[in-house]
């Protein structure tokens, strides 16, 4: 597609069940970002992917959270157990390389999740 | 650890008029990128403006444009001829070594016809 795409749009949960949420980057684009945005919050950095491995998880917030990314493209975040305060909109980006100082990270329109 | 504060949570422009927003950061690091992103309603996020910190001049992209002030370590934002469709959520980042943005807390713009 012609740009990041995520789905689902939005995501009611119970407390205690496991969500997936997924995001397509651009066709080609290397690198693949993860980002929080709790209500009325700015970003929150979670990891990112460097082809299909991710270097450092150290920004997952807990161990209920992972992340894969599979044939260098599509990316699935996972949240298991959920809790209330998971309940956030989760941003995806991508850009053509990782580390490359400069390069424009180009954003999904994000899912919003509620944990009842 | 590189930090980027924005100190305005909401500001209000009236239409057609100029309003800047303020940005700061803490960082070491001699070259680095900065970028403004606009987050409307819709939550998609909109690169506005990106600034090499080695380029002297402020970049500029229309109506926007920036005052990059490397030793001050400011990065402000500056929107001429306010437009409604500039209403949104306003967000300062810095580039970490191209492996992830680090964000300021963002700025709500309000746009008054």
């Known amino acids: 597609g012609a740009g990041v795409s995520q789905s689902p749009s939005n995501k009611v949960t119970e407390k205690g069940k496991d969500v997936e949420l997924r995001c397509d980057p651009i066709?080609?684009?290397?690198?693949l970002y993860w980002y929080r945005q709790s209500l009325g919050q700015g970003l929150e950095f979670l990891i990112y992917?460097?082809?299909?491995?991710?270097?450092?998880k150290s920004g997952l917030p807990s161990d209920r959270f992972s992340a894969e990314r599979t044939g260098g493209s599509v990316s699935t975040l996972t949240i298991q157990r959920t809790q209330q305060e998971d309940s956030a909109v989760y941003l995806c980006?991508?850009?053509?390389?990782?580390?490359?100082?400069?390069?424009?990270?180009?954003f999904g329109p994000g899912t919003r999740l509620l944990v009842l | 650890a590189q930090t980027v504060t924005q100190s305005q949570p909401e500001m209000s422009v009236q239409e057609a008029e100029t309003v800047t927003l303020s940005c700061t950061y803490d960082?070491?690091?001699?070259?680095?990128?900065l970028f403004w992103y606009k987050q409307p309603p819709s939550r998609q996020m909109i690169l506005v403006i990106r600034?090499?910190?080695?380029?002297?001049q402020n970049a500029t992209e229309n109506r926007f444009s920036v005052n990059f002030q490397k030793a001050a370590k400011s990065f402000s934002l500056k929107i001429s001829d306010s437009q409604l469709g500039d209403a949104a959520m306003y967000f300062c980042?810095?580039?970490?070594?191209?492996?992830?943005?680090?964000f300021g807390p963002g700025t709500r713009l309000s746009v008054l016809p």
């Open positions: 980006a991508s850009s053509p390389r990782i580390q490359a100082l400069g390069e424009t990270q180009y």
């Open positions: 066709s080609g684009h290397t690198a």
């Open positions: 992917f460097q082809g299909n491995s991710a270097p450092d």
């Open positions: 960082t070491s690091e001699s070259d680095y990128y």
């Open positions: 600034q090499e910190a080695y380029k002297q």
């Open positions: 980042a810095f580039d970490n070594y191209g492996q992830n943005f680090v």
